[in-house]
């Protein structure tokens, strides 16, 4: 008797464990993946030939290629390289490993890029993929934002291709004074699905030229506005970083940065400008409507970050994660509190980890990003031939999903190996004790 106590005490015990660790937050720290790097950036060329002849006329220029948007979607990692200098082949790609080193294949495919073809993708910086595998794609037309001897090719527009059916099935093109068709910097997105009828849902996406401004995409009525505030400029403090000891003043970039809360009520979304500390909200409500009279007095600001930020994600669970650029580090806040100087590290400095660009989730619980020494690549830096990696993808187990899963993230306990084998167990006690 006092055996089968023991061993039952024993086994709920165990089970007990099992239940803790099938709350993933338990395997946070230190479950950090290196997925691909690259010293440079190549891709999936149809022959050698083909690339040769490529690296011949200049439209591949290895050193002014870099990765910068990342999402995924199926097991699928999706990359953006934006066309910031001459020689970027393809603006938008899937990671595919060939010959046993990961590859950058241009999605949907070499077609829809060609250079000069408006009605094809010419340059992208940013997309998202919704639920339903709907990719939003973001192209500026043009061929070079830090190339002033480069033209605007083509006016900024708003693609939808949806994944599963392989099919485009929207293109919008923004007029002039939604987004500039010759100075447009159309930076990052995110997607408003909140809406029951998955028509009805929006595209709320920074732009980066002149004083910034917030892009707003109506799908349902196929129609776009444009939101402006003195909180989307660069401010004065935030030009200046020192990143490894090395001090840099970057040019005036405004908003660039921007992330959605949670599905629910009260929608907020966060912004803040890469020159400039501080992040900023605004009620998606206000974002919504075809003319907003004045934002000002809905715009709350949210307080000091550690450092300037490229791209900034925000979970189900309404945690805010941005790269704190002079630190190598990625940060993380939770959004239901009050200001941001609260946000501590979720990464700690890591020299591996030189500008953290930009976010997104996976259904298993992981937080990706990529980081790509972005101000290497600036200031003419960056070294592609030495032993070093410039680009690299990581995941890191954060338990969390993405902002616009439906669902209720707010759940604690979740069902997986963990849960069943305690269930399990906790049967098998009360048996072995009947
Ligand atoms: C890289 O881009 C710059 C700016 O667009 C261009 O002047 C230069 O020729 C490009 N490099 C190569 C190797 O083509
Ligand atoms: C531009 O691209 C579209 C879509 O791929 C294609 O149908 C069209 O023929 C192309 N136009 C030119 C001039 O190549
Ligand atoms: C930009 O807009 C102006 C005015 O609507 C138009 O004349 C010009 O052709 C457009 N350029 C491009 C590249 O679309
Ligand atoms: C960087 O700037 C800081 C602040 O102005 C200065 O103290 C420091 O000496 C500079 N470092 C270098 C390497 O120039
Ligand atoms: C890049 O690194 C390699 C190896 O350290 C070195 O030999 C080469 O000179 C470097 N190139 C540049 C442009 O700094």
Redo the contacts with the bound molecule.
Sequence with gaps: MAATARSLACVLLCALCMLGLSDGADLISGDTVLVYEWTFIDYDWPSDDARQLALDDGSFAPINNSINGIKTYGGVVYLTVPRWRAGVPATLTSVVMKGGRPVLRPFPSWEWQVVGNCSTIQYVQSMEIDRLGRMWIIDNGRLAVFDPNLPQVCAPKILVYDIKKAEMVRVHTFPNDVASNSTAFLNDIVIDASADDTDGWFAYISDSSRAGGIVVYDYKQDKSHRVTHPSMTAATDGRRMTINGRNYTFPPVPVNGVALSPIGKNMKLYYCALAGYNLYTLPTSLLKQPTVADVGTSVKELGRKASQSDGIAISNKGTLYYGALQLNAVYRWDTSSQDVSSSSPLLISDVRMQWPNAFAFDDEGYLWFVSNKLQQYLFNEL??????SNFRVWKIYVGEKSYMYKGSGASGLRFGWGMLVAVVSVLYAIMSYI
Excluded at 383 to 388: F, V
Aim: avoid cysteine; hydrophobic fraction near 15%; charged fraction near 15%.
């Design positions: 070294n592609i031939t030495g032993p070093e």
